[in-house]
């Protein structure tokens, strides 16, 4: 291009648009093609306020730390002894988040229970029900009881380790699932009463309540049928905390697993998965405060997802007030999903390792998020689950390790005092000092 | 015959109780006195059983029923026989709503009549009602058959999949993609079947089907001015 016109006046650099992007203009071209609106996995991708805002501290004078290796940090957690006569004992405070048969494949799952099982730890069933190898692979194994209710069956009820009503998920807060026809297999469809290649949409509330003291009844009822063994949960997005989490445990729940946006979804529509719901470090202090006005902090306990990555993100949680964490994403990530090996064939979708996201399709290039045969004999159970067993090791280890470096002999006893954060968001989400202060935004009788 | 009075003795020993029966069990009739609306009476049961629940219940009476036969000699509460596999449910009085929620199989009859969203997400359930049915009845119904001896309200069938919908009186309107179908010889066939094991007063003949129109199994934008 010439730097002159014909007149020999200078041509400006041509700007861009900030507001109409090159990834906004695709966007707005793909709509226009089709018709439809984006659909894809995963949680949100924008850049929200997260834990990696947050920093410990550590010791020094004031506090005096751990011998790594030596000294003894407990990282284990029981889970729902409020009401339950069988709680759930876990080695480790991370847990393996609700996924679908049919959103993954067999195998997939099959790894899922072998991975968390090594590591003392529990797996969740998804919307489709409990298969054969899930529930054998896995030493705890959490089902999850969905508006849908797909594969929902007492026998496989009755061999659950816990039950985990699901109200919401954080990538979809209101939302209900969506499997489309690609996945919907001979074995898939069976187990979800539909015919074959259809799109499956999962209804967004359940069909038999609504409302806080309708809950109370189901969760009645469930205990009932399952005979006060085993322990509720009450999964929600990351909405409306406080009273979501005031409501769940006025219900009943003996555990809150509290979902924030970065929490990934099989599929539904792009626009919700980034515009509705809160960032996970926004959700956790209101969810914490309506367990302690109601004084059922540790006694419920709250297991918090979305976005959770390693050790620190962890350690950040559970300082924060959880009693343990939920992974779903980064567990995937482990056993070997975007991994850049197959970057070739993620060309060829028009995507690239670690931004493919359309599941729905299931068309994995890895073999977890599908039900194609010949895709998913690229995916190993076996390893796949060592791979699992030892990025929640991982995880653990770098927990201890933060939680040593702060003098704590357990990871629940981290707590808020022991962070500060490095922006003025994360410390109002927080309620931590922004770091060199001792302040944060709302911060009781400081005025402003 | 076994005697359980609910209030005196509560639910949890009612239900233990009755969990307590197995495939082979000689305790085969029970009646439970005082049931005074109680929520979650009878549900998990698993043996074949019979159970005369002598009252009106609240909600999720039979709830993930197998087997057993829950005979409610009253009205029943929002969500009764709720994910039922199979076994028999019979409603003296009139059902709240969501009754048969998820059901998967057997069989349940209300002599009098059901509130809204009868049969929601049905999955393989037969419901028979001798009275009219509300609202949003069977909506996104799977399969099982849902058979209304009285009328239908508002949209009826939406969304449904394979259920089968047989209406004797009017329907006040149908759910999106929900339609009339013709009544085939094995359509007369299975109603005369399920009238008669069902003792409602109806003939065959008098019924009119509706089921699936199938044009939203796959999402196509030019109908999204149907959702």
Known sequence: MNSHDDKGIPHTTPRQSATFSADVNSDIRRAAATGIYDIRGGGAKRKVPSFDDLLFMGASISRYPLEGYREKCDTSVTIGGLHASNPIHLDIPITIAGMSFGALSGPAKEALGRGASMAGTSTTTGDGGMTPEERGHSDKLVYQYLPSRYGMNPDDLRKADAIEIVVGQGAKPGGGGMLLGQKISDRVAGMRNLPKGIDQRSACRHPDWTGPDDLEIKILELREITGWKVPIYVKVAGARPYYDVTLAIKAGADAIVLDGMQGGTAATQDVFIEHVGQPTLAIIRPAVQALQDLGMHRKVQLILSGGIRSGADVAKAMALGADAVAIGTAALIALGDNDPKYEAEYNALGTTSGAYDDWHEGRDPAGITTQDPELMKRFDPIEGGRRLKNYLKVMTLEAQTIARACGKNHLHNLEPEDLVALTMEAAAMAKVPLCGTDWYPGKPGTGY | ?227
């Open chain 2, 1 to 227: 015959m076994q005697s359980f009075d609910l209030e005196a003795q509560g639910l949890r020993a009612l239900n233990t109780a009755l969990h307590a029966q197995s495939d082979n069990t000689n305790q085969t009739v029970w009646e439970v006195q005082n049931p005074k609306g109680s929520h979650a009476i009878a549900v998990g049961l698993d043996a074949p059983i019979e159970v005369n629940v002598k009252g009106s219940t609240g909600y999720y009476c039979g709830g993930m029923n197998k087997q057993a036969t829950i005979h409610v000699h009253g009205s029943a509460g929002p969500g009764t026989g709720e994910n039922m596999m199979s076994g028999k449910i019979i409603i003296e009085g009139d059902a709240s709503q969501y009754l048969g929620a998820t059901a998967h199989g057997g069989l349940i009859v209300v002599k009098g009549n059901a509130s809204s969203r009868c049969g929601i997400s049905m999955k393989g359930v037969n419901i028979v009602v001798q009275g009219s049915i509300g609202h949003m009845s069977a909506f996104m119904g799977q399969s099982g058959n849902l058979v209304v001896c009285g009328d239908a309200g508002d949209a009826l069938g939406d969304s449904c999949y394979e259920a089968r919908f047989f209406v004797r009186g009017s329907v006040k309107s149908l759910g999106a993609d929900c339609e009339k179908k013709e009544m085939r010889p094995e359509h007369i066939e299975f109603l005369k079947d399920i009238i008669a094991e069902s003792g409602v007063d109806a003939k065959p003949e008098e019924f009119t089907r509706y089921g699936s129109a199938r044009t939203l199994y796959n999402f196509d934008v030019d109908n999204a001015g149907a959702y």
